[in-house]
Structures are given as C-alpha cells and as structure tokens.
C-alpha cells in the first residue's frame, strides 16, 4: 500500500479546517500492495538443518540501495538494531550478512538468491511488502524461512513469516475487550483504498470470531472532500444499524483527524458509541484532543518495553532508533532464542511458530501457522486530552488480554 498522500487543503467548518492544516502523509508500515506471485503453500516443516556449536549465518534484507536517503537511513537503523539483539544473546553465535535488496521485487530475489549461496540458513527482511513473496518464493526450493519486516498480511505463508505489526491482531485484542465491557455491536468505517479494505476485512472476522455482530460498514475516498462529503450517510448507518461502537482504520497522523471530527458533527457521539481505533491513535498526540477519541480505545505496545529499547539504542548510536527499527531486532531475538536450544531443527516452522513465543521490543510476539504474528498488547483510552492504560500488556501468552 502506497503512503497515504496528505489530506487536501478544503474544509467546511472551523473545526475540520484547523485539522485540514495537521492532516499529514500517514507514517508508512510499508505494506505495498502485493501485485506479485502468491506465496509458495508448504504443508511440510522443513529448513536448513544447524549446527548448533557452530555460528548461525543470518542474512538481513534491508531496503537499502534503492536510492532514496529514507531507505539508506532506515537500513543503517534496522542493521544497528539487528546488530543490538546479536549482542543481547548470551552464548548464541550468529553470523550477520546484510545486503542491500533495495524496494524492486526482481532485484530482492536476486539478493535473497546469492543470501542462500553464501550460506543462509534463515533470512530477515525484506521490508516492502510488494519484495517479500519473491524473496520467499525464491528460496522456498531451498528450504529457508523468511522473517519479513512487512506488516502486510496478503504476503504471509508458506515459508514467510510477517513481522510487523497486523490489523488482526489489533483488531482482536479491541474485540475482545469491548466484548467484556459489553459492546456486542460493531460498527465500521473505513478509508476506501487497500489499507482501509485490509482493516475493515480484520475487524469483520475480529467481531465474527468473538461473538458478537457487524452493525453498520461505511466508507468514504481517502481525500479532505471525500470525507466530508460521505459522513452524513455514514452516520446515518450506523444509527439504524444500532451500533454501540464503531471501529475506525483511520491513521492518526491522516484520516483521523478529519473523520474523528466530522462524526461526532454528524450526531455520532462518543458518549453514547464508543469509538475504537485500529491504528496507535497517541503517535500523534494532538490527536488525542479530537472529539470522537475522548473516551475511545486503541491499542499500543507494551511501554516499557518500548522505553527500554529506545533508551539502549540511544545510548549505543546516540541517536534514537527508527520507528520501524525494532523489528530487525525482533528478528534476530527469535532466530537467537531458538538456536540456544541446541536444536538442529530450531529453524523449522514448527520451532518458529512455538506457543509461548519471543520477547521483542515491543514485548511479546509470536509468530502463527498462517505466516501472521500475534504481539501482546496494552489496551488505552483518551481521558482529558490524556492517553491512558485501562489494561497492560501481557508479559506472557495464554493469560487473559493476550
């Protein structure tokens, strides 16, 4: 999915014109739409076999080598961060090779290729998600793992595993405490591009799956005029559908601003239908003073977790690290604690996808079947303009709120 483009400069009230001013490109997850070949489907568990008294070589994919100086700056980032875990792990030797796959699909796979030919025995990266499934394709016939720093769903399966954070996963967290504070039906508005659709689709089976029922999906084009034009009609769908939430995909450094606004106008009022966000709604922190938010939900990782990585990483580059450089790390604590088991197999998809999971930067995550992943994470609300915690991130799975 391509960077959502900033909001145009057109509103109708004072309210929405203020925002108009803030409305800014939606900080990318890099999940480029998937317009490549589907993901080699392998019911068997195989990798390369290790030699657990020997370093374990690890190639990490970064975006580097495109020609733009976002990707050279986010590939000097997600090596130190890699570079950070390999440090961390006590006693687990890991052989690092990083390359420059860059953002062409043809040119990721060639890179992944000569990865494998210089030895690989599990890959990290690469990030764009329209790179993922040729780097896994092209490796599958060697029987190596992917670990992609993609958060784009469409791309996970087979021998590649997604990293980044997932729509479900929020989606399923929300869920499943709106459901225990009550809320059995679930409204949905959505931006109607990819990322939208992508969100509105996890919702649908987030709420399917707990039980509970889908009142009400609108959904407006991703533009200032877009917005205002299409919330009457929204609004008057979800109060004849009886929704007593509604779920928002809206980013908040994007949409947020214009649509959390222009329901609330429109006779949606948070006070008595609650809204839910799909996206970290305090990356933005002016964002918590609109009106839909107040007393709303979204998730975010587990914080002090988060601190602590920032902390470290500052204090090892004395610069802050990346929003997105945490996942080279991620990766790299997975790999390390599965071969600290001494396993020849450890990099199987049976090991990679071990119940109780790895500790990241953000706290806890596993990886699934599917190729998805599942992050443990804090559920918030807004109260005076302010975020706050209504229930911590678990610190283990298989505990209530995981």
């Known amino acids: 999915m391509p960077p959502m483009t900033a909001l145009l400069p057109y509103a109708t009230t004072p309210i929405l014109r203020q925002w108009a001013v803030r409305a800014t490109a939606l900080f990318a997850l890099l999940w480029m739409a998937a317009c490549v070949a589907a993901p080699m489907n392998s019911s068997t568990d195989t990798a390369v076999a290790i030699d657990p008294a020997a370093p374990v070589q690890v190639a990490l994919l970064v975006p580097g080598g495109s020609g733009d100086s976002n990707d050279a700056i986010l590939a000097r980032n997600l090596e130190n961060a890699a570079r950070m875990a390999i440090a961390d792990l006590n006693g687990v030797q890991i052989d690092l090779r990083v390359y420059n796959s860059g953002a062409d699909p043809a040119q990721a796979a060639r890179i992944a290729t000569q990865a494998v030919d210089e030895g690989a025995e599990i890959i990290i990266g690469p990030l764009y998600g329209e790179t993922v499934n040729p780097v896994g394709n092209a490796v599958a016939a ?97 109060k004849s559908a009886g929704a007593q939430a509604v779920f928002l995909t809206a980013g908040a450094n994007a949409d947020l601003p214009l649509i959390a606004t222009a329901l609330p106008e429109a006779g949606i009022n948070p006070v008595d239908t609650r809204y839910i966000g799909l996206t970290n709604w305090s990356v933005a922190p002016q964002a918590l003073a609109l009106p839909g938010v ?83 994470l804090a559920v918030a609300t807004v109260r005076g303009n302010q975020m706050v915690i209504l229930e911590n991130a678990p610190r283990s799975f298989g505990r209530a709120g995981s």
């Open 294 to 376: 107040q007393g709303g939900l979204f998730t975010v990782p587990d914080r002090g977790m988060v601190a602590n990585f920032e902390s470290r990483y500052r204090a090892t580059y004395n610069s802050a690290p990346h929003p997105l450089a945490g996942l080279a790390y991620d990766g790299i604590a997975a790999v390390g604690a599965l071969v600290a088991t001494g396993d020849r197999n450890a990099l199987t998809k049976s090991a990679l996808t071990t119940r109780q999971g790895f500790q990241g930067t953000n706290g806890i995550f596993r990886l699934l079947p599917s190729g998805l992943n599942e992050r443990g």
């Open 142 to 238: 060697r029987n190596v793992n992917v670990l992609a720093l993609s958060n784009n769903p469409t791309v996970a399966g087979g021998n590649v595993f997604i990293l980044g954070a997932t729509f479900s996963n929020t989606a399923n967290r929300l869920v499943s405490y709106a459901r225990r504070s009550g809320v059995e039906r679930f409204g949905i508005v959505h931006a109607n591009d990819l990322g939208g659709q992508l969100g509105r689709d996890a919702i649908v089976a987030a709420v399917q799956a707990n039980g509970a029922q889908v009142a009400g999906v609108g959904s407006y084009p991703l533009s200032q005029q877009g917005i205002v034009s299409a919330t009457p009609q929204i609004a008057e769908t979800l």
